[in-house]
């Protein structure tokens, strides 16, 4: 038996992700309707497929420059100028990665110090604080609440911010809530960043699903493209999730220390993918309009559904999942979680494991057909027949 010693400390100290325990259940039952999978229902466009399909048979195998393509950077330095009126230099200011979780992990590596704080604002995606922990640092919990619709407030985060604090770690739209800050917020909150000097990871990875209000980017937000580390990609917008590709705008001298990381570790992201990608900014936007427009569909209907059969139920601003209160039900969310998969075969991740501020919730993805959605909601209304 291997000794427990030989595994790092750190990563033993971790615990595994709460999202797989209830896939790995339901991937054993029959009959199971998933509202749990955080990713497009969509496949990925033709056009994009046959690009990284006709780069293969072009014979472009071989490595990119570790940054990305210098074609496919500079694609995305005009869709981030002409989307969100932000301007970045191809050269030294954009990084191609391998999904947007690499490039969170490598701004989190390039930045924090031993036991330098950073405020991860929680309801969260599960793996913002064990990264913050892998990269020698502190995360430190902004707990948002589900009266304000998770939205956080400058009082929650000038609360938090302590002498040790380097830099805050937010998701808009949010997963799994939804919830999307509009400009007005955004610049309440860049004051009290400003002020104390921190810096701001920015996860936009869902900024082309927004239904209601155009999207504002952080680094759009006054000066903020000064202090913010943006992170994107083509997972959500262009059902690109398993050809992991995503990229990160940074100013130039955070952006070289995580192109060192990322020289290291990846050498660059996958070429086919990049040649895909390419396609995906040029030509792809109308699949954008769809995905998007079916989304909005789905998600009134669900919320709506929802708040009918007694699961209150906020309208979530952006991305796809729906997060409801089960608290008049008077289970935990692990709880209710397991028991409407045993019970009715539905399958929901239990708000507590994006942390505690999502203990009485749960997340539903509406990133599933309607006719599934549909099946769902009967389901779930029947179990809420007896747990009310």
Partial sequence: MINENYVSKTVASLPPSGIRKFFDLAANMEGVVSLGVGEPDFVTSWSVREAAIHSLEEGRTSYTANAGLLELRKEIAGYMEQAFNVSY?????????????????????????????????????????????????????????????????PAELEDAITPNTKAMIICSPNNPTGTQLNKEELIKITEIIKKND???????????????????????????????????????????????????CAPREILEAMLKLHQY??????????????EALKHGWDDVEDMRSSYRQRRNYIVKSFNEIGLACHNPGGAFYAFPSIAKTGLSSQSFAEKLLLEE????????????????????????????????????????????
């Fill in 89 to 153: 230099q191809p050269e030294h200011q954009i990084l191609v990665t391998v999904g947007a979780s690499e490039g969170i992990d490598l701004a989190l590596r390039s930045i924090i110090n031993p036991g330098e704080e950073v405020l991860v604002v929680s309801p969260c995606f599960v793996s913002y604080a064990p990264l913050v922990t892998m990269a020698g640092g502190v995360p430190k919990i902004i707990h948002t609440t589900g009266e304000n619709q998770f939205k956080l407030t």
């Fill in 198 to 248: 921190l810096l701001v990871i920015a996860d936009e990875i869902y900024a082309e699903l927004a239904y209601d209000e155009s999207f504002t980017s952080f680094a759009s937000v006054g000066d903020m493209i000064n202090r913010t580390i943006l992170i994107n990609g083509f997972s959500k917008s262009f059902a690109m999730t398993g050809w992991r590709l995503g990229f990160v």
């Fill in 265 to 278: 570790t990846m050498m660059c992201a996958p070429t086919m993918a990049q040649y895909g990608a390419l």
């Fill in 345 to 388: 075969r539905v399958a929901v991740v239990p708000g507590d494991v994006f942390g505690e501020s999502g203990e009485g919730y749960i997340r539903c993805s509406y990133a599933s057909s309607m006719a599934q959605l549909q099946e769902a909601v009967k389901r779930i209304a029947r179990f809420m027949k007896n747990y009310q």
